[in-house]
T-cell receptor, first 114, second 114 residues
């Protein structure tokens, strides 16, 4: 069975601070896919990034960056210079390579205080 | 506009009264899925479908049925709803190729079973 753990339930930061959201996963598959989604207060789910298990290259997109480490089964998400608009619930998700099941973490609620 | 459309957006009903939540996508996606979102539990997959007439259980299928008679539609059926099915439901779709395609989500359906 696959599992995704987001141990941080809620995080509060002051605007312009950096913040890292942790994601730890478990899977027996050698090929798998990891995702991050954002759910702002309006409720929709917005795709942020995907990563394949065979590509450990980290990625940066503007103020967002992702650190994928297979050795620790982690796929952490960092927001640099946070802004109020970053306030949302962030979900990490895992899709196994041999299956079409998708497992989400329980989410981390980020509050950015002006 | 590419989108996943769920109906209704909100529904209050009573225990035992059969209901159907419709989901339609206009992106010609093979993969469709239903999730429920509950506080502290994140999103949990109910059912998914790889293509027409191909469906499989997710992590929490009990009490739900689905069908995939057409590629664009994937209705969620609650034959005899119970209060523990009160939740926020999301439908999602994606391409299958590469197994790493991000999912596009509908806006959600909030169900209250009294």
């Amino acid at each position: 069975a696959q599992k995704v753990t987001q141990a941080q339930t809620e995080i509060s930061v002051v605007e312009k601070e950096d913040v890292t959201l942790d994601c730890v996963y478990e899977t027996r598959d050698t090929t798998y896919y990891l995702f991050w989604y954002k759910q702002p207060p309006s409720g929709e789910l917005v795709f942020l990034i995907r990563r394949n298990s065979f590509d450990e290259q980290n990625e940066i997109s503007g103020r967002y960056s992702w650190n994928f480490q297979k050795s620790t089964s982690s796929f952490n998400f960092t927001i640099t210079a946070s802004q109020v608009v970053d306030s949302a619930v962030y979900f990490c998700a895992l899709k196994g390579g041999g299956y079409q099941k998708v497992t989400f973490g329980t989410g981390t609620k980020l509050q950015v205080i002006p | 506009e590419a989108q996943v459309t769920q109906n209704p957006r909100y529904l209050i009903t009573v225990t035992g009264k059969k209901l159907t939540v419709t989901c339609s996508q206009n992106m010609n996606h093979e993969y469709m899925s239903w999730y429920r979102q509950d506080p502290g539990l994140g999103l949990r997959q109910i059912y998914y479908s790889m293509n027409v007439e191909v469906t499989d259980k997710g992590d929490v299928p009990e009490g739900y049925k689905v069908s995939r008679k057409e590629k664009r539609n994937f209705p969620l059926i609650l034959e005899s709803p119970s209060p523990n099915q009160t939740s926020l439901y999301f439908c999602a779709s994606s391409l299958v190729g590469g197994l790493n395609q991000p999912q596009h989500f509908g806006d959600g359906t909030r169900l209250s079973i009294l």
